[in-house]
């Protein structure tokens, strides 16, 4: 999925994808973060390889966020931290309320209507 879909999808959505390794790498950043992808995937022993592109998926979803950017001279990332859950529904069901009282006011920003407005 692209970023795109996930700050389109619903909660129950987002509870539907969190299975599998994503919920593991999920767990890990709960259990173990706030650190950056590296730090968490070593204490979970999980693959950094199989870490970090599920926690881009998760930072998309709004399940982990990140707390600062990387030191300068570094290539070590940010550091993230999980987000528990009910606070992540909180603002999925916050931004979808938004989405919709936007759309209703005509102020929907759709790449369609973006191109349109530029012409």
Known sequence: MKAIDYRNTTWAEIQKNLSGMRRRVYDAWLMHGPGTTTEVALKANISILTFRPRSTELYQMGLI???????????????????REIDAKFNVEARSRKQADQTELGFETTSSN??????
Not at 67 to 80: L, P, S
Not at 114 to 119: F, G, I, P, Y
């Open 114 to 119: 973006l191109s349109h407005r530029r012409a």
């Open 65 to 83: 966020r990140l707390c600062n950017i990387q030191k300068a001279g570094t290539c070590d990332g940010g550091t993230y931290i999980g987000v």
